[in-house]
């Protein structure tokens, strides 16, 4: 179909080099009368399989984008990790904490436990403040 396509010519689309995208966040990109054109390293057999790399002038190449794109979509991914993690370590903390403190509650009663617990929450928190950057939280 798109050897027909490229033959005969009868979509516009794929005349053009660069086309503007149905995405929103791809502004432009290749076409594919353009892509299959280009010539790619390698046989496309077993022992010299093609390697696809980037284009040059390919609009979504990602070492062609701003930096401060990069920085933008670099940020956007790693909050959301650090929320999963910050999430996934304070449920794991709800799930084996009760496992030491009930056995030591009932052989040395409440209020030692209490005393030793806030004071591990007040030495955590100063951390917490105390913490010049991400890492340093997360180690803690």
């Known amino acids: 179909m798109l050897n027909d396509l490229l033959k005969n010519g009868s979509n516009n689309?794929?005349?053009?080099?660069?086309?503007?995208?149905?995405?929103?966040?791809?502004?432009?990109?290749?076409?594919?009368?353009t892509l299959l054109q280009e010539k790619y390293k390698g046989d496309g057999n077993e022992n010299s399989p093609f390697i696809i790399d980037w284009l040059n002038y390919d609009p979504e190449n990602p070492k062609k984008w701003m930096n401060l794109y990069?920085?933008?979509?670099?940020?956007?991914?790693?909050?959301?990790?650090?929320?999963?993690l910050g999430l996934s370590l304070f449920t794991l903390s709800f799930a084996i904490t009760p496992l030491f403190w009930a056995p030591f509650s009932e052989i040395f009663g409440r209020r030692l436990l209490f005393i030793i617990t806030y004071?591990?929450?007040?030495?955590?928190?100063?951390?917490?403040?105390?913490?010049q950057n991400i890492w340093t939280l997360i180690i803690l």
């Open 119 to 131: 004071g591990g929450l007040v030495a955590f928190i100063g951390g917490t403040i105390a913490s």
């Open 13 to 33: 689309e794929f005349e053009n080099d660069i086309i503007v995208s149905w995405f929103p966040w791809k502004v432009k990109q290749l076409g594919i009368k």
């Open 70 to 84: 990069k920085w933008f979509i670099t940020l956007i991914i790693s909050s959301d990790e650090l929320i999963v």
